[in-house]
């Protein structure tokens, strides 16, 4: 494992990197909103993204870094991440396909930034529709904007709600709640398994 400091305009930030041998790709991976890079499923989809052959990069936003729990606004989440993503796709992971993805906030930020920061494909893991009791603050514009394909891995029983699958978005419900902790075998399967699948064509 390699830990990188990233400097970005809200302060450090830090990229945990898991490298394969020979990684056809790389996915980036955030963390939720007051958790961390060692939350289960990010976990889970590590192990399966590096088995398949896939570089994983496990980034913690500068908030986070700085010892805060409180997430920041939504605008400095995207700026630190595209500037990680930047600093990676030009630096350990040059000529490298670019895979966004996280856990719930993290989702979140994968989806709003993927456009802009060049990413092929989205990973969302447990991402919030909406906050819970409030089914009027829905999330999924941020969801449907993105014009790259998407899997979105949800628990069967999650409070903030689950997306329906689209045109370019799969939707695969897991056993359990927000934190897909209850079946870690099951999503690195999915994960490993749409991994193959999206980066075939590329080749």
Same mark, same amino acid.
């Not at 993204?49 to 939504?74: S, T």
């Not at 990676?88 to 992971?93: I, K, M, Q």
């Not at 628990?155 to 927000?178: I, K, N, Q, S």
């Given at each position: 494992?390699?830990?990188?400091?990233?400097?970005?305009?809200?302060?450090?930030?830090?990229?945990?990197?898991?490298?394969?041998?020979?990684?056809?790709?790389?996915?980036?991976?955030?963390?939720?909103?007051?958790?961390?890079?060692?939350?289960? &499923?990010? *976990? /889970?989809?590590?192990?399966?993204? *590096?088995?398949?052959?896939?570089?994983?990069?496990?980034?913690?936003? +500068?908030? $986070?870094?700085?010892? $805060? $729990?409180?997430? /920041?606004?939504?605008?400095?989440?995207?700026?630190?991440?595209?500037?990680?993503?930047?600093?990676?796709?030009?630096?350990?992971? /040059?000529?490298?396909?670019?895979?966004?993805?996280?856990?719930?906030?993290?989702?979140?930020?994968?989806?709003?930034?993927?456009?802009?920061?060049?990413?092929?494909?989205?990973?969302?893991?447990?991402?919030?529709?909406?906050?819970?009791?409030?089914?009027?603050?829905?999330?999924? +514009?941020?969801?449907?904007? *993105? @014009?790259?394909?998407?899997?979105?891995?949800?628990?069967?029983? &999650?409070?903030?709600?689950?997306?329906?699958?689209?045109?370019?978005?799969?939707?695969?419900?897991?056993?359990? @709640?927000?934190?897909?902790?209850?079946?870690?075998?099951?999503?690195? $399967?999915?994960?490993?398994?749409?991994?193959?699948?999206?980066?075939?064509?590329?080749?």
């Amino acid at each position: 494992m390699t830990a990188l400091s990233i400097a970005t305009p809200h302060g450090p930030a830090r990229a945990e990197l898991r490298c394969c041998p020979e990684g056809r790709a790389a996915l980036l991976l955030g963390h939720g909103a007051g958790g961390s890079t060692a939350a289960p &499923d990010l *976990v /889970a989809a590590t192990r399966a993204a *590096v088995v398949a052959g896939v570089h994983v990069a496990l980034v913690e936003q +500068p908030y $986070r870094v700085a010892g $805060r $729990r409180a997430p /920041a606004p939504a605008g400095q989440l995207d700026t630190a991440w595209l500037t990680v993503a930047d600093e990676l796709a030009t630096g350990v992971f /040059a000529d490298l396909p670019l895979v966004f993805g996280g856990r719930s906030s993290g989702a979140r930020v994968a989806c709003r930034t993927a456009a802009e920061g060049g990413a092929c494909a989205v990973l969302c893991l447990a991402f919030p529709v909406r906050p819970v009791g409030r089914p009027e603050q829905s999330r999924m +514009p941020e969801l449907d904007g *993105v @014009d790259v394909p998407v899997l979105v891995v949800q628990g069967e029983r &999650d409070p903030f709600g689950r997306p329906e699958p689209a045109p370019g978005r799969e939707v695969v419900l897991l056993a359990g @709640d927000h934190t897909l902790a209850a079946d870690p075998g099951a999503l690195g $399967r999915t994960v490993a398994e749409w991994l193959e699948r999206r980066l075939r064509p590329l080749g």
